[in-house]
């Protein structure tokens, strides 16, 4: 593996067509999210199609933690929420680049069933769980936390699905945030075990849309999880993200790759099914490698 940036950019701008000695780590979140689950078969199609080693799957934290990978060197590819992603890249000016925009995720604000809150604001004085720290669900949460006023007023609990829908059972924390496709398996489960409840977020979007013009607003359909209505949430791209530094080369066979793999990765997990060249060119205002416009000028986007 690369062991740094430098490293990494060194030996990727040697590399020709045949890319010898090439070597990739792909930052995938948790083992169980989709991220994760995309990432598998994504690096068996790159070793396929590049000719290389299979690239290594990094379990991560998610997508804070992933962008520090690749900021740091220590990660060449990332899956990332396109909120950090783009307030990442201003930060970081020059630093990164985005290969695509993939997947949609959908924010998800969990009760149990038999509690009597029907509005965020009604959190007041609650325990929430907020997702893993430096995952976009944490990020996500925070800042919907500020919009309804809830900052400071509310006890955070830092948990990633599974424990927090644990805790949720047990009385221990008053409502989760979550943010990932449609259907979460691990909600539909405990929806039909012990019985959950979605929060509308409608009162919220605009509160929402200020902080980043990347969010977007959705319905979640009430048959999704068996709800008693559908309910309105925040809807946040994803990206894939890479350094600057990757050779334009590597950056093109790697966006093509992506591409071709299509039919795996749906098999995978649903929310690839919605990967196409179409949107995956829509990844302002983090801007694209020079090696994937390429790609997409190819195929006359």
């Not at 201003?90 to 009597?116: C, E, F, N, Q, T």
């Not at 929806?191 to 929060?199: A, C, E, N, Q, Y």
Request: net charge negative; aromatic share 6%.
């Amino acid at each position: 593996m690369m062991a740094a940036l430098a490293a990494a950019g060194s030996l990727l701008a040697g590399c020709g067509p045949d890319f010898p000695g090439l070597r990739l780590r792909i930052a995938a979140g948790a083992v169980g999210g989709v991220y994760h689950d995309l990432a598998g078969p994504l690096a068996e199609a790159w070793a396929g199609g590049l000719d290389i080693e299979r690239p290594t799957v990094l379990a991560t934290q998610g997508s804070g933690d992933n962008l520090n990978r690749v900021l740091a060197g220590t990660a060449d590819v990332a899956f990332v929420a396109a909120d950090l992603a783009s307030d990442s890249a201003a930060a970081h000016p020059g630093k990164l680049a985005a290969l695509a925009r993939i997947h949609d995720d959908y924010l998800h604000i969990v009760v149990r069933r038999d509690s009597a809150y029907t509005s965020v604001p009604m959190l007041r004085g609650q325990q929430i769980a907020v997702g893993s720290p430096e995952s976009g669900v944490e990020y996500i949460a925070r800042r919907v936390l500020q919009v309804a006023g809830l900052s400071g007023a509310v006890t955070v609990r830092s948990l990633g699905l599974e424990d927090s829908l644990t805790a949720l059972v047990e009385h221990k924390v008053d409502a989760l945030f979550w943010s990932g496709g449609l259907p979460t398996p691990l909600i539909t489960e405990y929806t039909h075990t012990i019985g959950l409840r979605l929060l509308d977020m409608s009162g919220l979007m605009r509160g929402m849309q200020r902080f980043s013009p990347v969010y977007g607003s959705a319905t979640i359909p009430a048959s999704t999880y068996d709800q008693p209505g559908p309910v309105t949430t925040l809807v946040v791209p994803n990206f894939l993200v890479v350094p600057t530094s990757m050779h334009g080369d590597v950056a093109e066979e790697l966006t093509k790759g992506l591409y071709a793999a299509r039919p795996e990765l749906a098999a995978a997990n649903r929310a690839a099914l919605s990967i196409d060249v179409h949107p995956g060119i829509e990844t302002a205002p983090v801007p694209l490698h020079p090696g994937a416009l390429n790609y997409y000028r190819a195929e006359k986007l």
